[in-house]
């Protein structure tokens, strides 16, 4: 039987157990580099600096929205970075509200709106 899971995909919903040495870890496992955390699922994400946050590296969760996303909370490392008026106009126009922090900030905040059981998306960068 085949999997069509991409691969670094982790699916449904889980809080983020800890976070820096270059990674994540989350449901009894470890991911190094950057994450997508999505409704749907945990995924690997290609960016490593807050210039590498745009609509195409964002395009599994414009994917997810509206229906399944209000908040996306954007990890850009370890300083605030603000996203580009670009990307936050496309956000817009699908009724999702974007929050850039720090990596930290954002996935504590994460896990606290997705215990909460809010439409919550995180994208975070890796520290």
Known sequence: MSDDRP?????????????????FKFGGMSHRGSLL???????AWDATTPADIDV??????LAEAPEAIEHLLVGTGLDLAPLAPALVQRLRTLKIVAEP????AA??????LMG???RVAAALLAV
């Open 7 to 23: 691969a670094g995909f982790l699916p449904g919903r889980h809080p983020i157990d800890a976070y820096g040495e270059g990674g």
């Open 107 to 112: 996935a504590r905040t994460y896990n606290i």
């Open 56 to 61: 195409g590296s964002l395009a599994r969760i």
């Open 101 to 104: 922090m720090a990596t930290g």
């Open 37 to 43: 955390a999505l409704p749907s699922g945990l995924y």
């Open 116 to 118: 909460e059981g809010r």
